[in-house]
């Protein structure tokens, strides 16, 4: 599985009310949930991610609550995938849940620039950025095949 795009660029420590506020949990739309990704600290988000991103972060990205929310916000919102240096676990499982991939990589938020094309093997969790190649931490068994259908919810449609 292979995910390309623009990167867009934030810290260390981006928790789960940054990247969908809660006051916008009232809906369960994910075209909703969408408009108001990251904005607390980007209310410019939905329009740059909209034609498909690569969210890069620095440490714990996805701390706080367990809302998987944030996960369908940020994959709505046209991300297709969140590279960080680590994650919150819950946010993590989450977001494979939702079909949205993660890649855990040691230096991303030093190696990467706002706007350059990243390219993600997910599997192996290679990722290249310019013409630097990063090795992250791969998604495979039970979870790549998860995020292949899409998410939890069309996985166990495909089984049953």
């Given at each position: 599985m292979i995910v390309e795009g623009p990167v867009l660029k934030y810290g260390d420590k981006i928790d789960t009310d940054v990247i969908i506020p809660a006051?916008?949990?009232?809906?369960?739309?994910?075209?909703?949930?969408a408009q108001h990704a990251m904005e607390p600290i980007d209310p410019q988000f939905y329009q740059r991610a909209s034609k498909g991103v690569i969210l890069v972060a620095g440490k714990v990205f996805g701390m706080g609550s367990s809302?998987?929310?944030?996960?369908?916000?940020?994959?709505a919102a046209g991300v297709r995938a969140v590279l960080a240096e680590s994650f919150a676990r819950i946010f993590y499982r989450n977001a494979v849940n939702n079909g949205l991939p993660v890649?855990?990589?040691?230096?991303?938020?030093?190696e990467a620039s706002e706007g350059q094309i990243a390219r993600v093997i997910v599997?192996?969790?290679?990722?290249r950025i310019g013409e630097r190649t990063l090795k992250g931490k791969?998604?495979?068994?039970?979870?790549l095949k998860i995020l292949e259908s899409g998410g939890i919810m069309?996985?166990?449609?495909?089984v049953s």
């Amino acid at each position: 599985m292979i995910v390309e795009g623009p990167v867009l660029k934030y810290g260390d420590k981006i928790d789960t009310d940054v990247i969908i506020p809660a006051k916008y949990l009232k809906s369960t739309d994910p075209a909703f949930l969408a408009q108001h990704a990251m904005e607390p600290i980007d209310p410019q988000f939905y329009q740059r991610a909209s034609k498909g991103v690569i969210l890069v972060a620095g440490k714990v990205f996805g701390m706080g609550s367990s809302r998987e929310q944030a996960a369908i916000a940020l994959k709505a919102a046209g991300v297709r995938a969140v590279l960080a240096e680590s994650f919150a676990r819950i946010f993590y499982r989450n977001a494979v849940n939702n079909g949205l991939p993660v890649i855990t990589v040691p230096g991303i938020s030093r190696e990467a620039s706002e706007g350059q094309i990243a390219r993600v093997i997910v599997e192996s969790g290679e990722v290249r950025i310019g013409e630097r190649t990063l090795k992250g931490k791969g998604i495979t068994g039970m979870a790549l095949k998860i995020l292949e259908s899409g998410g939890i919810m069309e996985y166990l449609a495909k089984v049953s």
